[in-house]
């Protein structure tokens, strides 16, 4: 009876013992998770690792520490965690999206598929997974089944304006553009404060030769103070295409004062700006700045060449297009206006020397018209005319005008 007794109290106590274990693992793991939520990654792993130690079978544990592995940057660790407990529990679904999530910022798209398959397989309305899918599909260039993936999303949580954006950026990688200019705007009628919807919608319009469009949007999102750099640098742009110089000024101005940028593009932009307004003296200063940083930049090279071309210093002018064409030989423009210096100094076989090499390059209706002046004066009149005609028949204007007189 004694016997009886002992053995009772024994499988008591051990119940009574395995309770307590029980609870302190489960405290442990909302502890964990707890610490996790506020970002204590370390001390949640810390938290986790006591779980395991108690009890080994607790999967949640794993995914979770393996998890916060992947949050510290520890990819390996969390790939370990994550497997074994897929091999405690293979329906838990949790830990098939993590791992999916840590083989996606690995690069490891075959396999970051297989887990967010996996994962809807098992539930078929966790949001994450078909989100992080989409962004694996986007990654690999699959747009139209990332496309898939944010529209079944937002018919399960429509009210997302960043899911609208998300696919109006799929739709405008395919050029479904009226898709795209839908999506962007529902994103902007969901969060009227959407800085980055703005901006997206801004580069779609501009990209897709709506340039006014993205002015009011870029101004909109640099008033949201969202990437401010880059969307002066874009408004600056769209600006310039619509031929608002003064306003392109200013914000190239803005970007070089305040945002203290050095790049080459920015000067040359301003400097053509200036040339448009015939602010030749601003734009010369632009352009020179460039080619004392860069003087290879062709593009600078060429600007101030015309600039001298205009008053009347020949000389500086073929000296510029000479470094142009040592910078890059096939450009076009540079052999024109270099010939147009020869002709202005009766230099007229040099001057056919360029054309020519321009036209070889490039038929160019302003280098054939040049080329058949050239021919005109040494009373070449057949040459002259056909060329005249080629010109023309590339809608050269100043040939267009005189090739029916010239050529009767």
Do not use: W
Not at 35 to 53: G, M
Not at 59 to 72: D, K, V
Not at 199 to 211: H, L, M, Q, T, V
Not at 360 to 380: C, H, M, Q, T, W
């Amino acid at each position: 009876m004694r016997n009886n007794l002992t053995i009772i109290c024994f499988i008591f106590l051990s119940l009574l013992i395995n309770k307590s274990y029980s609870q302190s693992s489960a405290e442990l793991y909302n502890k964990g998770l707890a610490l996790e939520k506020d970002a204590k990654y370390t001390d949640a792993i810390a938290s986790f690792t006591k779980v395991i130690e108690n009890s080994p079978y607790y999967y949640e544990a794993f995914t979770e520490r393996g998890y916060c592995s992947f949050l510290l940057g520890n990819n390996a660790d969390a790939i370990k965690d994550l497997n074994i407990a897929i091999a405690k529990s293979k329906d838990y679904h949790l830990a098939f999206y993590y791992r999916g999530v840590v083989y996606l910022d690995k690069g490891d798209y075959l396999n970051a598929g297989n887990d967010f398959n996996k994962t809807i397989a098992l539930k078929p309305n966790f949001v994450d997974a078909y989100v992080k899918r989409a962004e694996m599909n986007i990654k690999t260039k699959n747009h139209e089944a990332a496309i898939n993936d944010y529209t079944k999303v937002i018919s399960m949580r429509g009210n997302d304006a960043s899911l609208y954006l998300k696919r109006a950026k799929a739709y405008n990688k395919i050029k479904k553009r009226q898709e795209a200019a839908k999506d962007y705007s529902k994103a902007i009628e969901l969060k009227p404060d959407y800085a980055e919807a703005y901006y997206e919608r801004g580069i779609y319009y501009f990209s897709f030769g709506k340039p006014e469009a993205s002015i009011n949007d870029f101004t909109k999102a640099i008033d949201l103070n969202y990437n401010p750099k880059d969307a002066y640098t874009k408004r600056a742009d769209a600006y310039y295409q619509t031929k608002k110089y003064n306003e392109a000024i200013t914000d190239y101005t803005k970007l070089i004062d305040e945002f203290k940028m050095t790049a080459s593009d920015i000067h040359v932009k301003r400097g053509k700006c200036y040339v448009a307004i015939n602010n030749s003296e601003a734009a010369m200063k632009d352009f020179s700045k460039v080619i004392n940083t860069d003087k290879d930049n062709e593009e600078a090279l060429i600007m101030r060449a015309n600039i001298y071309v205009k008053q009347n210093k020949t000389q500086q002018a073929i000296i510029d297009f000479k470094k142009a064409i040592f910078t890059n030989p096939n450009n076009v423009n540079a052999y024109v206006g270099r010939a147009r210096m020869y002709i202005n100094q009766k230099k007229y076989d040099a001057a056919l020397d360029d054309l020519n090499e321009a036209i070889k390059i490039k038929p160019d209706g302003e280098a054939y018209f040049l080329r058949g002046g050239i021919k005109s004066v040494k009373n070449d009149t057949y040459g002259a005319c056909k060329d005249l005609k080629a010109s023309a028949e590339l809608g050269y204007e100043e040939a267009i005008a005189k090739v029916d007189e010239f050529c009767k």
